[in-house]
T-cell receptor
Framework: GAVVSQHPSWVICKSGTSVKIECRSL??????MFWYRQFPKQSLMLMAT?????????EQGVEKDKFLINHASLTLSTLTVTSAHPEDSSFYIC?????????????FGQGTRLTVV | SQQGEEDPQALSIQEGENATMNCSYK?????LQWYRQNSGRGLVHLIL?????REKHSGRLRVTLDTSKKSSSLLITASRAADTASYFC?????????FGAGTRLTVKP
């Protein structure tokens, strides 16, 4: 199956700093990438959807200036949490989708646990 | 939205029993996927079923899809304690893929 690599798997940062999370599709070109956030014991919430070369579409309630998404190539999307605060501590997961003969499929990275202290 | 919604929210069974979880969605889909997540960890892809398929098997897993009812079910046969996890479905349609609240499965040894 297709592989999506997310890096880092965990990060601790100080309040006020910015953190960048990378999501790479290793063996396919991803037409669309999705970013999710998960709070403890809750489901994954879609934050934004991004297509290569265009601006990301953010879900209602997600601050686009706070969570910067860049999808500069078909194999890489980044999520930057700017001026992080403790309430931004969460589990962030990306997924990448691509279309092939039998339809469109999506695969997930392993997630990044962000702790802001 | 294309949210998958699972039920039940929680399920507790004895080892060896079968576990059935259901998922409903709202509009047409390309495919539907089931994932498992152990506490505090990433997602493990279990199975994908396409909109033109009605049933798929993978080991002890059986997934059905009823597009007329916009629903899917995941059956885990002969459950094991290691199957204890949260199970999510996602109904995928082009640029929309969201998760439901999930079913928390507990398998007691």
């Amino acid at each position: 199956g297709a592989v999506v690599s997310q890096h880092p798997s965990w990060v601790i940062c100080k309040s006020g700093t910015s953190v960048k999370i990378e999501c790479r599709s290793l063996d396919f070109q991803a037409t669309t990438m999705f970013w999710y956030r998960q709070f403890p014991k809750q489901s994954l919430m879609l934050m934004a959807t991004s297509n290569e070369g265009s601006k990301a579409t953010y879900e209602q309630g997600v601050e686009k200036d706070k969570f910067l998404i860049n999808h500069a190539s078909l194999t890489l999307s980044t999520l930057t949490v700017t001026s992080a605060h403790p309430e931004d501590s969460s589990f962030y997961i990306c997924s990448a989708s691509y279309s092939r003969g039998r339809g469109t499929e999506a695969f997930f990275g392993q997630g990044t646990r962000l702790t802001v202290v | 939205s294309q949210q998958g919604e699972e039920d039940p929210q929680a399920l507790s069974i004895q080892e060896g029993e079968n576990a059935t979880m259901n998922c409903s969605y709202k509009t047409s889909i390309n495919n539907l996927q089931w994932y498992r997540q152990n506490s505090g960890r990433g997602l493990v892809h279990l199975i994908l079923i396409r909109s033109n398929e009605r049933e798929k098997h993978s080991g002890r897993l059986r997934v059905t899809l009823d597009t007329s009812k916009k629903s899917s079910s995941l059956l885990i046969t002969a459950s094991r304690a290691a199957d204890t996890a949260s199970y999510f479905c996602t109904a995928y349609n082009n640029n929309d893929m969201r998760f439901g609240a999930g079913t928390r499965l507990t398998v007691k040894p």
